[in-house]
Nanobody, 111 residues
């Protein structure tokens, strides 16, 4: 099982950004993907799950209404769509499946 995140970068407050999670080694179309983030000095927190059957559920209160997730089964890829980014969203973002983690992708929100 392998997951590889990408799409991070430096953005201005209020910007939108989409992260990608390319997966391999398992049946992606049948598998939920979980998205986490780790803020500077903080622990890794579960933001939500992107569901194999479609749609996503965000558990983290601070991202509800701003972050959603989707997938493209033809590309074995899960996406995290982030809008109205704020400095407190600065973190390393991870996806995970079957307890396999990628290296993460850094998102920095700063003016």
């Amino acid at each position: 099982v392998k997951v590889v995140e990408s799409g991070g970068g430096l953005v201005l407050p209020g910007s939108s950004l989409t992260l990608s999670c390319v997966c391999s080694g398992f049946t992606f179309s049948n598998s939920d993907i979980r998205w986490y983030r780790q803020t500077p000095g903080g622990g890794r927190e579960l933001m939500g799950v992107e569901k194999a059957r479609g749609g996503s559920t965000m558990y983290m209160a601070s991202v509800k209404g701003r972050f959603t997730a989707s997938r493209d089964n033809s590309k074995n890829t899960s996406y995290l769509h982030m809008s109205n980014l704020q400095p407190e969203d600065t973190a390393v973002y991870y996806c995970t499946a079957f307890q396999s983690w990628g290296q993460g992708t850094q998102v920095t929100v700063s003016s």
